[in-house]
């Protein structure tokens, strides 16, 4: 995602509150919408908040930004974020969609959005990556602040053809191996465009080495 990306959050709830956090923790631009923002506390200012319903065009309209490129529905009402996406989809048609669904058969809705998150079947880093797309992901098995990323070199990212010794990561960040995983990174490796490599990083340098990796979008 670049700098610029905006991320929509329709639910202020525990689900919605943790991944809104996770993105402003990473320096993403988050917004919430949440009818009842009351039990959203003082210290979870770094993310913005809206008070609203989000399945109404008005408010969601008025919540989007030029930059916004992904909404996350992540109500615990299955049918509300169906129809935050599907209002979201009339109000921008790239807009990439994320719907909480909570129904055992929810897998029959992924014609209706861009992608299906099943918060009892999966960790709060699994919406993080669902919000994120494909090019970075969070191995969702991994507990603590310390995150494995899973990312990909960009074509046009500033540490292609570098070697890993000529390369200046920030501290708390280290390049573990490639993602198939068989052999631990070497100093004289070369990163290769379009290559996956799996990354050991701090939670408060997730951001500056996903901007190393990820070069201008294509």
Known sequence: MPDEDHILIAGGGRVGRRVAKRFADRGKSVTVIEKNPDGIGDEETEFEVITGDGTRPSVLDAAL???TS?????TNREDTNLAVCLVA?????????VARIEDECGDEYADFVDQVFFPE??????AVNALSGSNIRTLEDVTGDLEILD??????????GEELSAIDFPEGAQVISRTNGHVAAQADEK???GRRYLVAADSHVVNDVIDLFRGEPE
């Open 70 to 74: 992904t909404i996350g529905a992540l």
């Open 65 to 67: 930004r030029p930059e």
């Open 191 to 193: 990163l290769v465009g």
């Open 121 to 126: 079947r999966a960790s709060i880093k699994a």
């Open 151 to 160: 990312i990909q070199v960009g074509y046009d990212a500033p540490i292609k």
């Open 89 to 97: 989809k009339q109000i921008d048609q790239e807009l990439r969609t």
